[in-house]
């Protein structure tokens, strides 16, 4: 069965073409800076927000049309997987994501969830087989089931702690079955919501436990992964734990765990957090966490988490001059973590989304890769801090100054001069990249 019989596979037609289901600007085999397009962007296709999402937010219920839900659980659960493998397929994606509470129905004990995610997981092995497709990386639901109302390995119950800590091995197990990249932790609600009950220390001693039994036990069964975290500032918990990039990268450092983690980075999440995407980019890339992104940005006149597909080509081509800076996002990628709007819900609308958030990055990249090879903002940053490469400045660069050797170059200054930063006229140039 077809579950998108009316489309074909999606190909890149160039800006002329007037049909809804290509590519506009993603060729994937384009060269840019010398690399494939497929592989400088490596998208993925999200499970949960592309097959489990019903288009209800908090003031309705569902619009979404879905056509493959059966009686029996588990056949609804290989359907959504034909059609989330047909959708992946169709628009030449070659990776994909997924929460382990997507694929598989919970059932009624944690034994009887393992072993759907056992047949869920034999029949999604098949399909990658079949399409030559990969897992960008898998993750575990720990803040949907009431049990995790006060988090999971930040939970005040023991019990709720061992039973996310045998979530995270199934999914360490699973990733390993499907030769998964990554595996991500999404701390739901891994947070408080007031410090009035919470014992704040605690929590983050245990946390950082689960983590670390997580990488101790990856190595025992000799599966190299990388480890990310992905920052998320409120909603649900009033305050959570890994709120944004810094917030998150102090913590690795305060357990030990920079070597093992990186960070899973969202677009929407910084908005949250009052940054914007490109700042969280490049905290983890000074600090050298930038391992994966999650593709699509909010509506910012909206107070939640909106989820929307990227179709912004100035906060794209800012994401994509990060990437190339970092040399790459390998292995991790862009996956988009996006839902289709309550008035888009035909089945067709997955595909167009995903063409809007495909071209949309497309040209993000040739416009990033236009700038770096121009080198505009090096030679901004040149220009800028052209004080410290030569002279006092060099001297301070390299540490060879002290406050007392300062003060004595300081009293000697017979004047101060400033250069104006001219900033429209370079926001302005940034823009003429971007036509």
């Not at 085999?29 to 592309?50: I, N, Q, Y």
């Not at 939640?304 to 080509?313: K, V």
């Not at 063409?355 to 949309?360: F, N, Q, S, V």
Request: proline letters at 3%.
């Amino acid at each position: 069965m077809s579950y998108f019989p009316n489309v074909d596979k999606i190909k890149y037609e160039g800006v002329e073409t007037k049909n809804m289901y290509a590519f506009r600007h993603y060729n994937p085999d384009e060269l840019v800076l010398g690399k494939p397009m497929k592989e400088h962007l490596r998208f993925s296709l999200a499970f949960w927000h592309t097959i489990t999402e019903d288009g209800s937010d908090p003031f309705g219920v569902g619009t979404y049309q879905r056509n493959w839900d059966e009686k029996d659980p588990i056949e609804t659960a290989k359907n959504r997987v034909d059609a989330f493998f047909e959708l992946l397929t169709k628009l030449n994606m070659e990776y994909f994501c997924f929460h382990d509470v997507d694929i598989a129905p919970q059932g009624e004990s944690l034994e009887e969830f393992f072993n759907n995610l056992d047949i869920i997981t034999d029949y999604i092995k098949e399909k990658m087989e079949e399409h030559n497709v990969n897992l960008l990386w898998n993750t575990q639901n720990m803040f949907s089931h009431p049990r995790f109302l006060n988090g999971a390995s930040t939970s005040n119950n023991a019990d709720v702690y061992a039973y996310s800590a045998a979530q995270i091995k199934k999914t360490i197990d699973i990733s390993k079955k499907l030769g998964g990249k990554n595996v991500v932790f999404w701390g739901g609600r891994e947070g408080y919501e007031t410090l009035l009950n919470t014992d704040m220390s605690l929590e983050l001693d245990n946390m950082a436990k689960m983590f670390k039994m997580a990488v101790d036990y990856a190595n025992s069964i000799n599966h190299d992964i990388q480890f990310l975290i992905e920052p998320k500032p409120k909603e649900p918990m009033t305050h959570q734990y890994d709120y944004d990039a810094a917030t998150a990268m102090a913590f690795l450092q305060k357990y030990d765990l920079t070597d093992d983690f990186k960070l899973n980075l969202e677009g929407n999440h910084a908005t949250l957090a009052g940054h914007t995407f490109e700042h969280e980019l490049r905290v983890a890339r000074t600090y050298n966490a930038l391992g994966s992104i999650d593709a699509n940005h909010a509506e910012k006149m909206l107070g939640w988490d909106t989820d929307e597909f990227p179709t912004n080509i100035y906060d794209t081509t800012l994401t994509m001059y990060e990437i190339l800076e970092n040399g790459g996002i390998e292995p991790g990628g862009i996956n988009f973590d996006a839902k289709v709007r309550r008035t888009s819900f035909e089945m067709n609308d997955l595909v167009l989304a995903h063409i809007a958030g495909m071209d949309t990055f497309a040209r993000g990249l040739k416009a990033a890769a236009k700038i770096k090879d121009d080198k505009f903002i090096s030679n901004v940053l040149d220009e800028k801090y052209k004080s410290f490469t030569h002279g006092i400045g060099q001297n301070i660069v390299d540490g060879k100054e002290t406050l007392e050797s300062l003060s004595e170059y300081a009293l000697n200054l017979k004047e101060i001069k400033l250069e104006s930063s001219h900033i429209e006229h370079i926001k302005s140039v940034f823009n003429d990249y971007l036509t």
